[in-house]
């Protein structure tokens, strides 16, 4: 079953969208017990840290979503915000814990003297280097849709698995270990490339489902 | 880095997609899920959408449409939207509480944009901000230019003054944590002229959060400059992504000839395609219960009556329920009969200008080889195709190719007039004539799911000469007259619209694509070929456009008749139709005056001679009072063609009935001891 997380920082109706053109059915649910019950998550989000790790917390997510990716080592896809909650902390509007799933931090972007303005809104091309996973590489160079101020500086760099490049940085647009997977961009309003992404994630978590089930 | 983006903006009033003027004037341009999906078949950067309804409630207008949503709040709107929006979409009007946005967000807008009530509460943009992070607040900004040059901020649609400099105020919504401005003129709005690029210069230096520029695009030579002499991040327009085929591609094309490092245009796209997917379980269980309502006589109108007055425009005789797109103003006129003084206080300059216009885009796309036809003119062999072949052929001396959609209806003299055109005019000709089994099912069909045997017709109709352009390689399609703008004024003179996928589906074709029937009454794809409008990609790769002659040649079409009778003998009728007193329209089809017209009757209460009249109204060919005698003596009727299609087709005429009064419309119709009733025109 693939649970798509429905709390009210998720933006829940454009993902459902987007995974009924791809063909993925999906559930809705909110509590940790779905969570429990889920082989895959899905964590979509707009909105601000601190409100949305609140509602998480009020629901007893954190844990159940830990226990979920790194415990039980199921597929965790975080979209934008929801990729950015995989972090240990942020500093969007002071300092606020994370879900301390993969090892990072959330800062703010800066145009660091470029023309680039804050937030980083618009369409960017990926950087998909080649040792990434190849259910990305052929995205490599495709443009996607951001929308963000802040952005996920991971501890290790081999957790990066695609960039772009904003005040003259390289910033995150993924983020990957194993099975748990962030997304900076929206894959749901990035029209076809996209739900091709979004296709393509999805095939290789449930194709690594049935691996791991074999084995 | 990222791309500069070319935004189209969406004005919604009361679930419908409107034109905007001067922040005043609005007129009906269509379903919004119609063209909200075209932007998605586009691929375009990102759409606005801005909700200028004064509440909540929607009209659709009619019942015979495939694309419909339930509920009357702006969110179920947006829910509809969002199954055919896959790009980002920033979605504004009427929002005042964190409620507000937190609903929009959660129905499928990615950003909320931010108007009067940020003016009122400076706070209510950091509050927002903070909750919904700055990514998904825009503050948008109607500035004013005073005749002495002052730029002022003005809010409540552009109404109220607020004292307040456009920078200063930018600054400031920057400062309480807004993401983007959305910086619209009001001055240029619907003006055609361009943007304020010095205004939007001002802004984009102050701030150093993203600008969309917004208000007085005409041209698409209109949008580069907002970027590369601006500076803004994004540009943004309304009205001209309304009027043509292909605007969005066509639009971005310009752009990245003028230099703007756009993202590529890209077409035919493999997860959306211009076909709508129906849920057809859903469809076939609407359709039966609509046929089991038939057989059980239980009709959604017959409830006791009397309605709510209806009303009739006071210059002409349209009535404000009605098929077409329309308005009323606040004299009681419509829309259609200002349109036409309008149209009557053009002087003969501008209609030279129009007609050096049409012979400019017939010179830049006609062969140059010999190896193809100039262009191509749809034609039904009516007074209208000849007229039209008269203008391009013997006028401007060009080379058409004439087509036909042969929809077997035809009455004995508009099958003479249709043959005689090659000979007449000396023009080569292509009948396209589908199966007669084919066209029965349609026909059938047709009645049974929408109330309308013709809509083979309309469809086959505007679908053919397409094709055929297609085919031959030929870039141009040319039409008569525009038939909203005409009878209704649903555009503004100066822009141009010219025939769309958009258009033939949700007009002609009422939300019902050629797919749709694939699998009814044993219908299959390779049945339904003349019904399919060629590809996006093939439209852009030909440049194809499909202009409408009435936009550049001054119509009227009872002095056409007598041009085309006098000069080549076109023939009218002996025998006058059952339902109106007009004999020269509608020749190339017995039932468009007759049985499919008596449909309309039943569906909204009023049928052809009302359009009939009007027109004949407005042109100073007869008084009201006339009209309304006419209207009371051939509205009712039901005609004669009826039985040649009942048993063309092989329906009875108490099954025909019974269907047909499953869509007569509750606004219109009530029941009194059985007997169907509605308010007679006065």
Redesign the interface.
């Known amino acids: 079953m693939i649970l798509l997380l429905s709390l ?7 993902v459902e ?2 995974f009924e ?2 063909g993925v059915p999906i559930t809705l649910g909110a509590s940790a017990r779905d969570v429990e019950a889920a082989d895959v998550v899905i964590l979509p989000g ?3 840290y601190k ?1 949305a790790m609140t509602r998480l917390a009020e629901a007893d997510l954190p844990a159940a979503l830990r226990a979920h990716a790194l415990e039980r080592g199921r597929p965790l896809v975080g979209i934008c ?1 929801g990729m950015q909650l995989l972090a240990d902390e942020s500093v ?2 002071g300092r606020h814990a994370g879900l301390g799933i993969i090892p990072g931090t959330v800062e703010r972007l800066s ?1 660091n003297g470029t023309k ?10 990926l950087d998909v280097p080649p040792e990434s996973p190849a259910y990305l590489r052929a995205f490599d160079g495709e ?1 996607c ?5 802040y952005h996920f500086i991971a501890r290790k760099a081999a957790d990066v698995a695609a960039t ?3 005040g003259n940085r390289r910033v995150a647009a993924v983020i990957a270990r194993d099975n748990i997977i962030g997304m900076q961009f ?1 894959p ?5 490339i ?3 992404i979004l296709k393509s994630v999805m095939d290789h978590v449930m194709a690594s489902l049935t691996t791991g089930r074999r084995s | 880095m990222n791309y500069p983006r070319l935004i189209p903006l969406v004005l919604l009033k009361q679930g419908l997609v409107v034109r905007s003027a001067g922040f005043h004037t609005h007129q009906v341009i269509g379903n919004p899920i119609s063209t909200i999906g075209r932007f998605s078949h586009w691929n375009a950067d990102e759409l606005i959408i801005i909700d200028i309804s004064d509440s909540d409630h929607h009209d659709l207008r009619r019942d015979d449409l495939q694309q419909r949503y339930a509920g009357q709040s702006v969110l179920d709107v947006l829910a509809e939207i969002t199954k055919v929006c896959f790009m980002p979409l920033t979605f504004g009007g009427r929002i005042v509480s964190l409620l507000d946005i937190e609903r929009r967000l959660a129905t499928g807008a990615d950003k909320v944009s931010i108007n009067t009530a940020g003016v009122d509460d400076p706070g209510f943009i950091r509050t927002a901000a903070e909750n919904f992070g700055s990514q998904a607040i825009v503050a948008s900004i109607d500035v004013l230019r005073h005749p002495d040059g002052r730029p002022e901020v003005y809010v409540g649609s552009g109404k109220r003054a607020t004292g307040l400099a456009p920078v200063d105020w930018a600054r400031r919504v920057e400062d309480l944590g807004a993401g983007e401005i959305l910086l619209n003129s009001i001055d240029r709005d619907g003006q055609g002229k361009g943007y304020d690029l010095d205004l939007i210069h001002e802004i984009t230096e102050a701030v150093t959060v993203p600008v969309i520029a917004c208000g007085g695009v005409g041209r698409y030579e209109d949008l580069s400059p907002g970027i590369l002499q601006a500076g803004a991040s994004a540009v943004a327009a309304a009205n001209i992504f309304h009027f043509c085929e292909l605007s969005y591609p066509f639009a971005k094309k310009q752009m990245i000839e003028d230099g703007v490092p756009l993202r590529p245009v890209k077409l035919n796209s493999r997860w959306f395609p211009r076909e709508p997917i129906y849920d057809q379980p859903a469809e076939e269980a609407r359709v039966n219960d609509r046929l089991t309502r038939a057989s059980e006589r239980r009709y959604a109108a017959a409830t006791p009556g009397p309605r709510a007055p209806i009303r009739w425009c006071k210059k002409c005789l349209y009535p404000s329920i009605s098929a077409a797109p329309m308005e009323f103003d606040e004299e009681g006129v419509c829309t259609g009969c200002r349109m036409s003084v309008l149209k009557d206080t053009i002087p003969p300059s501008e209609w030279d200008r129009r007609k050096a216009l049409l012979k400019d885009i017939l010179e830049r796309n006609r062969s140059r080889d010999g190896s193809r036809h100039d262009c191509v003119i749809a034609v039904s062999g009516g007074k209208d195709s000849w007229f039209q072949i008269h203008v391009i052929k013997n006028e401007l001396g060009l080379n058409p190719l004439l087509v036909t959609y042969d929809g077997n209806n035809w009455t004995e003299v508009g099958f003479r007039n249709l043959l005689r055109m090659k000979e007449v005019f000396g023009c080569d000709h292509i009948v396209v004539s589908p199966s007669t089994d084919t066209l029965k099912k349609l026909n059938r069909l047709g009645v049974e799911i929408l109330g309308d045997m013709s809509w083979h017709a309309h469809v086959g109709i505007t679908t053919v000469p397409v094709r055929v352009a297609v085919e031959n390689k030929i870039p141009i399609v040319i039409w008569g007259e525009h038939g909203y703008l005409d009878l209704c004024g649903q555009f503004d003179l100066d822009d141009f619209p010219e025939m769309s996928f958009r258009d033939r589906l949700e007009h002609f074709a009422r939300g019902y694509e050629w797919n749709y029937f694939v699998g009814r009454e044993g219908l299959q794809e390779r049945d339904l070929i003349h019904w399919r409008y060629p590809s996006d990609q093939e439209l852009y790769d030909l440049d194809c456009r499909g202009i409408y002659l009435g936009n550049y040649v001054f119509w009227d079409a009872n002095k056409h008749v007598e041009l085309i009778i006098d000069k080549y003998g076109f023939e009218l009728p002996k025998e006058p139709f059952d339902r109106t007193y007009r004999m020269m329209s509608n020749l190339d089809d017995m039932h468009e005056n007759g049985a499919h017209d008596y449909l309309k009757f039943i569906k909204f209460g009023y049928g052809r001679c009302t359009d009939h009249v009007s027109k004949d109204i407005r042109a100073g060919l007869m008084t009201r009072e006339e009209g309304i005698e006419l209207i009371k003596r051939y509205d009712p009727v039901k005609p004669k063609d009826l039985y040649r299609w009942l048993s063309y087709v092989g329906m009875d005429e108490d099954r025909f009935d019974r269907i047909a009064d499953t869509f007569r419309d509750p606004r219109v119709w009530w029941t009194e001891d059985g007997e169907w009733k509605r308010h007679e025109i006065s």
């Open positions: 009210e920082f998720c933006n829940v109706k454009s969208q987007a053109r791809i707009v909105g601000a409100q915000l969007e509007h145009s680039d303005r804050v937030p980083n809104m618009g369409w960017s091309d443009a849709y951001f929308a963000h101020s772009i490049t904003h929206h749901e309003k990035s029209l076809d996209g739900l091709e």
